[in-house]
């Protein structure tokens, strides 16, 4: 699942307030404190040596899963918008110039409309193509499992939104692509992936 994408903060015990928001995948949830251990010097690197030298640790705390990542990106600016980055310690390369243009270029992105279902299946074919292989166009049900997560309900939201995403959101969003585009099988999206869709029993 290497595409989920997550936004985060991380939190001054001392206070129960988020010092610092951002996105990423993976561990980067936990990648600031060994910047901060490798003498990094800035306010957030400064925040977490103040609060360790404390006896305390950061909390940290996953707000939300994403498969794009420039919805994650988003996200973040409508996270650290609602806090107010002064009370942040988030530093935005370029200064509040660059913040004020990231929150207009987010701002003229959701003035678009938004993606239609066969936009969707093309934007995101390799994860379509995976559900494809895996499910036999909605078959089967997918499950999935994660590791022990920094919290149980993460790790339950987690498969929720994975299976959920699998086995009804992908199903729907593949009809209606298929209904859009004359009911007729997705076949160019899915030739590069070795799918040849003429041979899968017709429509998903």
Known sequence: MKEIWYTYEL???RNSK???IGKGKGNRI???EMEASRGVCSRKCNTIRDIQSNNFQVLKNKIALFWDEQAAYDHETD???EIGLHNLTNVMPGGQKAWERRKADKKKRNGKPPLSALETIKKFAGQFAYWLKHTECGKHKVT???E???TDNWGKMQIWMVEYYYNTLALDIFRKAEKENG???LIDVFEPYGIDL???NGSA
Request: glycine share 0%.
């Open 183 to 185: 009911q007729q099988p």
């Open 11 to 13: 939190i001054d015990p």
């Open 18 to 20: 988020p010092f610092y």
């Open 79 to 81: 996270l650290i918008e």
């Open 30 to 32: 936990h990648a600031h």
């Open 148 to 150: 022990p997560a920094p």
């Open 198 to 200: 003429r041979f899968s």
């Open 144 to 146: 999935y499992e994660v």
